[in-house]
């Protein structure tokens, strides 16, 4: 096993974690309610005082704030302290309009540093190591919170952000870089890359990659670990919470530490925003306890995963969360039931006289949600009604037994979901909400 950052945070009692969460979250609480007028506004509204917050559990009669709060506060609506005591500001530009504005004071930066080097520490870097990082270096904050982490540690760092491939791959060779950071979808596409060039990743003298800010699957981890000849880490963070360094996995793998004597954390029902216990699958939703800049109340992320406080083979007392594979974006709710594309596409796989394409039409018709499901016709030879019409039976009965709800499928032509251009929207929602 490596070394531990900071054992007397990360190996923390429990209950002594709970007891200093507490102590953070009432502070934080009084002063977002004190500078903040978004939070002011919404503890008047709620009928509660900072006071009131005598339990963790209390948070939950405060409301979520949600990307559109951030939004509405453009560009320093929700800062809690004058930008004199503010040293960096980070920015996200959304798709559709203004952008969420983050900002750090010094302290802030310090323990994005401390939280970042944790993270590296627990996958095994140390300050032999030299690390390469993929993520850009502009407002976002990959790349300098990685750079910050790896420097605290010792490492040696070469700051290339993203580009040309064959470059990358030189100064890796050149350099001897033993460590990666960047985006899963990124490195995959290197190693790909690689190997069409013909460049031997034994060449090479990587060992460990550190991946995240997109979700994904444990196939990718496998071909992204087989073409570059590394051991690959998932790690997670978020600009509005603070960066990269919010939650990593350690050596054994299975989930996500999370900085929890820094942030709290809930998993939600992302229909009804109940609490969910551990283990079950929802929402995550942070509250920051040390932000001076810039402090979040319950804010929804849209990112789903599981919680666990099962003791870590590691010894980190610190909860795990499973890794994220899919987000709330993708999900449909349907009279109150969650529906995941994947999901479907999951259950088609096993009927393999369908095609590949499938939407999901939702409609609402008298005040009730239906589902019906478009599923093309794949390599049925025989394509009578009756044989059509059996397999229709059989698609409903194992897609409602699946979902858990009560649907309709209608089979359609070969490729009729398909187009040159890929694949139509799995989902089509003509609810006039
Ligand atoms: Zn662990």
Redesign the pocket.
């Known amino acids: 096993m490596s070394a531990i950052w900071n054992p007397q945070a990360e190996t923390m009692p429990r209950e002594e974690l709970s007891q200093l969460q507490l102590e953070r979250l009432q502070s934080t609480l009084n002063r977002a309610y004190r500078y903040v007028a978004y939070y002011h506004q919404v503890l008047d509204e709620a009928g509660l005082q900072p006071e009131d917050l005598q339990a963790l559990t209390d948070l939950r009669r405060l409301p979520f704030t949600t990307k559109e709060s951030l939004r509405q506060s453009y560009p320093y609506g929700m800062f809690a302290l004058p930008l004199r005591e503010v040293v960096r500001l980070h920015f996200s530009t959304g798709a559709t309009g203004a952008a969420t504005v983050v900002g750090y004071t010094q302290n802030d930066v310090r323990n994005w540093t401390e939280l970042v080097a944790r993270n590296l520490t627990?996958c095994g870097l140390t300050k032999e190591d030299v690390v390469q990082i993929f993520f850009g270096f502009g407002v976002f904050t990959g790349g300098f919170g990685f750079q910050y982490g790896a420097e605290a540690l010792g490492a040696a760092v070469i700051p290339v952000a993203s580009g040309d491939v064959a470059r990358q791959v030189q100064i890796m060779e050149d350099f001897r870089t033993t460590a990666i950071i960047g985006t899963p979808s990124y490195a995959l596409h290197l190693g790909r890359l690689m190997e069409k060039i013909g460049h031997d990743p034994h060449s090479l003298s990587l060992r460990v990659g550190l991946f995240g800010s997109e979700p994904w699957s444990e196939q990718t981890r496998a071909e992204i670990e087989a073409r570059l000849l590394l051991t690959a880490y998932d790690t997670y963070g978020l600009s509005e919470i603070g960066g990269p360094g919010v939650s990593g996995e350690?050596?054994?793998r299975?989930?996500l530490?999370i900085a929890e004597d820094h942030f709290y954390v809930e998993v939600v029902d992302p229909a009804t925003g109940e609490p969910l216990p551990e283990g079950r699958e929802g929402e995550l939703v942070f509250t920051t306890l040390t932000k001076e800049a810039f402090p979040l109340v319950r804010y929804r992320t849209g990112d789903l995963a599981s919680l666990t406080t099962e003791p870590?083979?590691?010894?980190?007392t610190l909860a795990?969360m499973s890794r994220i594979v899919r987000r709330t974006d993708d999900m449909l709710i349907l009279r109150g039931v969650s529906v995941y594309p994947d999901t479907v596409e999951e259950c088609l796989r096993h009927f393999t006289e369908v095609g590949g394409g499938f939407q999901l039409v939702v409609r609402r018709e008298e005040d009730l949600d239906t589902l019906e499901v478009l599923v093309e016709i794949g390599t049925l030879h025989d394509l009578t009604f009756k044989a059509v019409e059996s397999l229709r039976e059989k698609l409903t009965d194992e897609l409602s037994t699946t979902l858990g709800l009560e649907l309709t499928v209608r089979m359609v032509e070969p490729h009729s979901l398909t187009s040159p251009t890929g694949r139509l929207p799995r989902v089509r929602d003509e609810r006039a909400l």
Not at 312 to 316: L, Q, T, V, Y
């Open positions: 627990a350690c050596e054994c299975c989930g530490h870590c083979s590691c010894g980190r795990r």
